[in-house]
């Protein structure tokens, strides 16, 4: 036998007796809300990463085919996937200050996504209890 909880919409009965379904608790809306307020001050979410490595040449004769070998670089990178091709752009120091918080902003905007989307499926689950025996 399924025996309901009581839970937040089963107090949300019109007065004609209909059951009015809020589309989440009051919890879930503030949790909401506020992912949302903190994805808007955001700055400009820049995909991909950056990265610093060191590198072979394709010379036969070069100091980094010696033994030690001396790398060229370091050379600092932002890669990219795109279609299923990787980009990448080599940058300067300035850019690297200028774009790394881009980089992290876009980080912190697919942790805030999928706290969203965690959050209407725990919404979704509860709401239909799912997930009850
Ligand atoms: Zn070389």
Excluded at 28 to 53: V, Y
Excluded at 56 to 72: F, T, W
């Amino acid at each position: 036998m399924i025996v309901p909880s009581i839970s937040y919409y089963m107090l949300a009965v019109g007065s004609d007796g209909t059951t009015k379904m809020p589309s989440q608790p009051p919890e879930h809306d503030r949790q909401q809300r506020d992912l949302i307020a903190q994805i808007a001050t955001l700055g400009p979410c820049l995909p991909g990463s950056i990265t610093t490595r060191q590198m072979r040449c394709g010379r036969a004769r070069c100091a980094c085919k010696a033994d030690p070998p001396k790398l060229h670089g370091p050379y600092t990178y932002w890669t990219r996937k795109e279609q299923g091709r990787t980009i990448a752009r080599l940058l300067n120091a300035e850019q690297i200050e200028r774009y790394q918080p881009q980089i992290d902003n876009a980080r912190q905007l697919r942790q805030f996504v999928a706290a969203l989307e965690a959050l209407a499926i725990k919404t979704a689950e509860d709401t239909e209890q799912w997930g009850r025996k």
